[in-house]
Nanobody, 114 residues
């Protein structure tokens, strides 16, 4: 079955950077359109970045210019490099297929202090 394992979250001051990783198994990763989502307390889970199998990326306006999504198909891993972090970026971050089709992993907590 599909398994997604996120890592790399933590506590960072505003303006800082973090790099998240998501290791995927149980799917044909190279053809999968993957995304990073985030969910803040009391809010819905939103897609913030997505990347096609051949590396074309798109971003939500709220993170454009600050976040970079990438992937390594040989390692079945998708990454999210975050810089210029703001307190409003605080959330649990998850990866999944673009449509949220696969079982959700445990996510990784990102906390940005002001």
């Amino acid at each position: 079955q599909v398994r997604l394992v996120e890592s790399g979250g933590g506590l960072v001051q505003a303006g800082g950077s973090l790099s998240l990783s998501c290791a995927a198994s149980g799917l044909i990763f190279s053809g999968a359109h993957m995304g990073w989502f985030r969910q803040a307390p009391g809010k819905r889970r939103d897609l913030v970045a997505q990347i096609t199998g051949d590396g074309i990326a798109n971003y939500a306006d709220s993170v454009k210019g600050r976040f970079t999504i990438s992937r390594d198909n040989a390692k079945n891993t998708v990454y999210l490099q975050m810089s210029g972090l703001k307190p409003e970026d605080t959330a649990v971050y998850y990866c999944n297929g673009r449509s949220g089709y696969y079982p959700w992993g445990q996510g990784t907590q990102v906390t940005v202090s002001s």
